[in-house]
């Protein structure tokens, strides 16, 4: 069996992902990667991404409120 070659998808592409994750969320998100011709654990990845820099930025804020 041949391995895949890896490709790294541009900011551009991720924030397609997620713009479109966010237009449709009644959509399976394995339709969405169907759709959008990508793996869906590349979907999830980026999602899971943006998901823990939301966290990030939510608690950098309360940090910079408090202090």
């Known amino acids: 069996m041949e391995k895949k ?3 790294q998808i541009t ?3 991720k924030l397609q992902i997620i713009q479109t994750v966010d237009e449709n969320p009644n959509m399976k998100r394995i339709d969405i990667a169907r759709m959008m011709k990508i793996p ?3 979907l ?3 999602r899971r991404y943006v998901c823990s820099f939301n ?3 939510k608690i950098d804020t309360v940090i ?3 202090g």
């Open 44 to 46: 999830n990845t980026v």
């Open 5 to 7: 070659e890896w490709r």
């Open 11 to 13: 900011t551009a592409q």
């Open 40 to 42: 869906s654990s590349r």
């Open 55 to 57: 966290q990030l930025s």
């Open 64 to 66: 910079c409120e408090l």
